[in-house]
């Protein structure tokens, strides 16, 4: 069981920090292009707006894996 936690945690925090580095490359001027990248830039700022600064728990991130929007 703690080996399944363990990799639930892993892939929210490799999400996580996808989508923060999806975030800083946008702001800095990176274009993005191609058939996902509108829900690509949106998932990017949902993120930065919910979760920016946030300190993930196992609800924070269960609420990350789960959210389809995030998903990239």
Excluded: C, H, W
């Excluded at 069981?1 to 989508?19: H, I, S």
């Excluded at 829900?39 to 894996?65: N, P």
Aim: aromatic share 6%.
């Amino acid at each position: 069981m703690l080996e399944v936690l363990d990799q639930e945690k892993g892939l929210a925090l490799a999400l996580a920090e996808t989508l923060t580095e999806a975030g800083e490359r946008i702001a800095a001027g990176e274009t993005v292009s191609g058939p996902a990248a509108d829900r690509y830039r949106t998932a990017a700022a949902k993120f930065s707006d919910r979760y920016a600064g946030t300190y993930f728990g196992k609800r924070e991130l269960r609420a990350l894996v789960a959210n389809p929007r995030l998903q990239v």
